[in-house]
């Protein structure tokens, strides 16, 4: 993230080491998921829907 704010240099392309470092760890927590028996795109989904819906909820009971 400092990278990619240009907070702090590295060497090389800092967009592609920018998707390089999430990639990875997006495919880390993927494989720790499956070792742990979660199927994460469920997991995401049901996460964004009971998100969604509590946003929705307060923005109603703000009147918006």
């Known amino acids: ?3 990619a704010e240009r907070t702090w240099d590295i060497e090389g ?9 999430l990639a990875e760890r997006l495919w880390w927590v993927l494989v720790l998921a499956d070792q742990l028996g979660v199927d994460a795109p469920r997991a995401c989904a049901d996460t964004m829907d009971r998100i969604d819906a509590g ?4 923005l109603r009971g703000a009147g918006a």
Do not use: N, P, Q
């Open 55 to 58: 946003l929705t909820r307060t």
């Open 1 to 3: 993230m400092l990278a």
């Open 13 to 21: 392309d800092v967009d592609a080491e920018l998707r390089h470092k």
